[in-house]
């Protein structure tokens, strides 16, 4: 299913906002291979890369001379592909590297959220949304889906010229509170869409069924497909949830009771419950589904939503392994996403492809789940689709903006290459990563972000955790 529609128009390039296109000189690109998605890998291929920011032409080194002028990149021993899209990521988290490992989900959550109170202020989420960039875009991630509470993800992108929506978060799990938090939601939402530019694109997120009442799901739903605002969602990621919809019981329930709040059994499972509440028709990206039943599974194809699979977070805090195959099967579209560094400590999609690649090897009993071509086009057009981005982006092709990503395969680890995809996924990693553009703007050469201070970052992201560990002492 397109889910585009609600989006950009293929080729349209609106110029407010479009400064970072400013002064691009023609380059040409060349790599031992190039993967454009859209067609079979090219030994030593070439990509033109237009003054607009534009793909020009894709093809073996011999078929493209540098035009008059343009600039001529030798990457060598690498592979060029499109910029990798990391659909799930909570850039204002930084700070929570490492800081809650071996909880319970509940317990996880509840020392993530009062720490944040006691310890962090908005300074501290703009430097730790910078700094997930600095990450990301080490690892060739050059598109993120960001949920957030704060506009730290939003100018941080900007600042850095990548790519991505952020997807405003709204709380309130007492029915009694969704106005207010309704009214909080459209005033963030007016707020981030002055910023908002034809590269960062503004969402929202009800954050999940143990944080969100039925009333303010519902409210939510309704202004998201009036405002034509893209949605994600936290859906059927762990047992405590499914007990809370499903039963009224599990670990978030008594909490919740000793908040005043009853817990009614609200489905027969999350995705059920969304699509009764309208949520479904928004069509969301719907993060995790660990927990999803065939019937969930249906009714997620059934309505066009995407899913956001985040294999490393589910694994880390215990709650499974989500059925990618099951609901690649029904024509859902899935993106890869690595969840917030809370849970999985990485922002490398390399390895989260590679891992999910095991996984479903594991739990399937199958040596052919997930082959690496298959990776390449999750971590690329799969995750530009889920995103609703893939007019413009998730494939090298004429036409397509220049979002590239090139990984170094010269290192002991990643050689012999006898398939390039294979060694992109299964012997290379994110610090071997040695280019990240966005619209033929170049973000990162050599390990160096050229768009942020890694450096001053470091200090003032260490600065926040150094308050974090006293709280969570
Ligand atoms: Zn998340």
């Known amino acids: 299913m397109d889910r585009t529609a609600h989006r950009d128009a293929p ?20 790599a031992a291979w190039v993967l454009p998605v859209a067609s079979a890998p090219i030994r030593d291929g070439a990509v033109l890369v237009g003054a607009d920011g534009r793909i020009a032409a894709v093809a073996p080194r011999p078929a493209i ?23 799930h990521a909570h850039p204002e988290l930084a700070h929570y590297k490492g800081a809650l490992e071996d909880l319970r989900f509940r317990d996880w959550i509840l020392r993530l959220v009062g720490s944040k109170r006691a310890a962090l202020h908005d300074a501290d989420y703009d430097a730790a949304a910078r700094w997930t960039l600095v990450e990301s875009l080490r690892a060739g991630v050059t598109t993120l889906g960001a949920t957030e509470m704060s506009a730290a993800a939003l100018h941080a992108l900007r600042d850095a010229g990548m790519r991505g929506i952020v997807y405003r978060e709204v709380f309130g799990p007492d029915p009694a509170q969704a106005d207010a938090s309704m009214a909080d939601l459209r005033a963030a939402v007016d707020g981030l869409r002055a910023h908002a530019t034809d590269l960062v694109h503004v969402g929202v997120s009800p954050h999940a069924p143990y944080t969100v009442s039925d009333a303010l799901f519902a409210a939510a739903a309704q202004y998201a497909v009036a405002e034509g605002l893209p949605v994600a969602v936290h859906a059927a990621e762990s047992a405590a949830e499914r ?11 008594p909490g919740l009771r000793a908040r005043g709040i009853a817990t009614p059994v609200r489905g027969t499972s ?59 099967q029904a024509g859902v579209c899935v993106g890869l996403g690595t969840d917030s560094v809370g849970s999985n400590n990485r922002l490398d999609l390399l390895e989260e492809a590679r891992i999910a690649s095991i996984l479903h090897r594991a739990r399937l009993a199958s040596p052919d789940a997930l082959p690496a071509a298959e990776l390449l086009r999750l971590c690329t057009l799969d995750g530009a689709r889920a995103l609703g981005l893939d007019a413009r982006i998730g ?14 395969l010269a290192a002991p680890h990643a050689r ?58």
Not at 11 to 30: D, I, K, P, S, W
Not at 243 to 253: C, K, M, P, T
Not at 416 to 430: L, R
């Open 243 to 253: 007990g809370l919809v499903e039963r009224g019981e599990g670990d978030f329930a």
């Open 65 to 87: 001379e540098p035009p008059e002028g343009a600039r001529v990149v030798e990457l060598g021993e690498a592979a060029l592909m499109p910029g990798l899209v990391n659909v």
């Open 395 to 408: 494939t090298l092709e004429p036409g397509k903006d220049a979002d590239l990503c090139a990984v170094s």
């Open 11 to 30: 080729g349209e390039m609106t110029h407010a906002g479009n400064e970072e296109t400013g002064g691009l000189r023609v380059t040409l690109y060349r």
């Open 270 to 328: 999350t995705v059920e419950m969304l699509d009764r509440l309208g949520v479904l028709r928004a069509r969301p990206l719907l993060i995790h589904c660990v927990t999803v039943t065939p019937d969930d599974v249906r009714r997620i194809a059934g309505s066009g939503s995407a899913v956001a699979h985040c294999p490393v977070a589910n694994a880390r805090l215990g709650h499974g392994v989500a059925p990618y195959a099951e609901l690649a």
């Open 416 to 473: 012999p290459v006898h398939d390039p995809a294979a060694a992109v996924f299964h012997a290379a990693q994110g610090t071997d990563v040695v280019l990240a553009a966005v619209r033929g703007r170049v973000l990162m050469e050599g390990g160096r972000v050229l768009t942020l201070d890694a450096e001053a970052l470091g200090a003032r992201v260490e600065d926040a955790a150094g308050r974090l560990r006293a709280v969570l002492a």
